[in-house]
């Protein structure tokens, strides 16, 4: 599973957001499942990207992205490759899992 680390600058304010969601995150359906993808800057001048299905369970990349743009093209080229049931995990176990 990926590292979920949160690094925040020092010269960030205690007024700002400790994460900046990318006006690129969206919801992704295939009809069956509803999934949230998840962009949002690592605090260093990059993008971190997690997709989010209906039980919260969430698939994280490692990787950081240059870009959300880059993390969205990832994300659903992901998606395609994949299957949307490939991200989705069981109700019961509801947080981060590792999918097959």
């Known amino acids: 599973m990926a590292d979920q680390s949160d690094s925040q600058s ?3 304010s205690p007024s700002q957001s400790p994460t900046q969601a990318s006006p690129l995150s969206r919801t992704y359906s ?11 800057a690592d605090g260093e001048g990059g993008w971190l990207l997690e997709i989010v299905d209906e039980h919260n369970n969430a698939t994280v990349w490692e990787d950081v992205f240059d870009t959300d ?3 969205l093209n990832e994300a659903l080229e992901a998606l395609k490759e994949e299957g949307v049931g490939a ?3 069981p109700a019961e176990a509801s947080g981060s899992w ?3």
């Open 69 to 71: 743009k880059e993390a």
């Open 87 to 89: 991200f989705v995990g």
């Open 98 to 100: 590792e999918a097959p």
């Open 10 to 12: 020092d010269l960030q």
């Open 30 to 40: 295939d009809g069956d499942h509803s999934l949230e993808i998840d962009i949002y």
